[in-house]
Nanobody, 117 residues
Framework: QVQPVESGGGLVQPGGSLRLSCAAS????????MGWHRQAPGKQRELVAT???????NYADSVKGRFTISRDNTKNTVYLQMNSLKPEDTAVYYC???????????WGQGTQVTVSS
């Protein structure tokens, strides 16, 4: 089964930056649309950003202008560059990949992002 693996989370001060990575091996990465979602304690999971296999991106209004999603198909990796971080960005961030032809969906284990002084 496809198993995406996230990395790059941690503790950062307000206004700081982090870059998350999500990688999956042994597959043709170009066959998948990718996304980042997050879930804060006591809140529902929400979509943060998506990127299609052709590079088309979408962002939640709350992160637009601060976060950038990108992908490197040669490395089977999707990134989330997070700048100007706010305390309300604190959440577990999950990588999602969806096989275009079948819509089969796979989730990573999540990585914790904490924005606090």
């Amino acid at each position: 089964q496809v198993q995406p693996v996230e990395s790059g989370g941690g503790l950062v001060q307000p206004g700081g930056s982090l870059r998350l990575s999500c990688a999956a091996s042994g597959i043709n990465f170009r066959l998948y649309n990718m996304g980042w979602h997050r879930q804060a304690p006591g809140k529902q999971r929400e979509l943060v950003a998506t990127i299609s296999n052709s590079g088309i991106t979408n962002y939640a209004d709350s992160v637009k202008g601060r976060f950038t999603i990108s992908r490197d198909n040669t490395k089977n990796t999707v990134y989330l560059q997070m700048n100007s971080l706010k305390p309300e960005d604190t959440a577990v961030y999950y990588c999602n990949m969806r096989l275009i032809m079948t819509q089969d969906t796979y989730w990573g284990q999540g990585t914790q992002v904490t924005v606090s002084s």
